[in-house]
């Protein structure tokens, strides 16, 4: 895996899971970025709210 998602699961310490067979590499795909995606809508969300409170 590269690029981006790479990076991420570096970020997320998922990089050390290991997926031994299709199943399990299609739920850590599933589950990395779905877990990217969550923590960028919150510091988006975030981000709306500290800017309602300045």
């Given at each position: 895996?590269?690029?981006?998602?790479?990076?991420?699961?570096?970020?997320?310490?998922?990089?050390?899971?290991?997926?031994?067979?299709?199943?399990?590499?299609?739920?850590?795909?599933?589950?990395?970025?779905?877990?990217a995606?969550?923590a960028?809508?919150?510091?988006?969300?975030?981000?709306?709210?500290?800017?309602?409170v300045?």
């Amino acid at each position: 895996m590269e690029g981006s998602f790479g990076n991420q699961k570096q970020h997320y310490a998922v990089g050390r899971i290991k997926a031994r067979n299709m199943f399990s590499e299609t739920l850590l795909l599933f589950f990395g970025i779905h877990t990217a995606n969550a923590a960028i809508l919150a510091a988006r969300q975030m981000a709306r709210d500290m800017k309602k409170v300045a």
